[in-house]
């Protein structure tokens, strides 16, 4: 009896043995997990910092060229009116031309 206890004692030791080695392994495995989401949480701190300077960028550039554009529509349609002017001394000028030329009053 004495040796079935001592047995079971001498498994029940090595069992705990293996228990702890297991324990120690997973400590390390969640120690690299750790480190591992730290990687991942700058790598997205640093793409997120990264997107927004770019978003604020392009944002900027957008409003820059919606102003020269506006610009650029406002030059043409000061054109349209002093061609639309232009067009319009002409014809009177040139009915009254062709009204002598022609005898029409």
Same mark, same amino acid.
């Given at each position: 009896m004495a /040796? &079935? /206890? #001592? !047995?079971t004692k001498i498994k029940a030791e090595t069992d705990i043995a293996v228990l702890q080695? +297991?324990?120690?392994?997973l400590d390390e495995k969640f120690d690299g997990l750790k480190e591992d989401i730290r990687d991942l949480r700058t $790598?997205?701190? &640093? +793409?997120?910092?990264f997107s927004k300077t770019l978003i604020e960028h392009l944002q900027t550039d #957008?409003? $820059?060229n919606r102003h $020269?554009? %506006?610009r650029k529509v406002e030059d043409l349609e000061k054109w349209k009116w002093m061609v639309m002017g232009g067009a319009a001394v002409a014809g009177a000028l040139g009915f009254h031309v062709v $009204?002598?030329?022609? %005898? !029409? +009053?």
């Open positions: /040796a &079935t /206890a #001592r !047995i080695v +297991q324990v120690k392994n $790598s997205v701190d &640093t +793409q997120t910092e #957008r409003s $820059s $020269s554009l %506006g $009204s002598k030329v022609f %005898g !029409i +009053q």
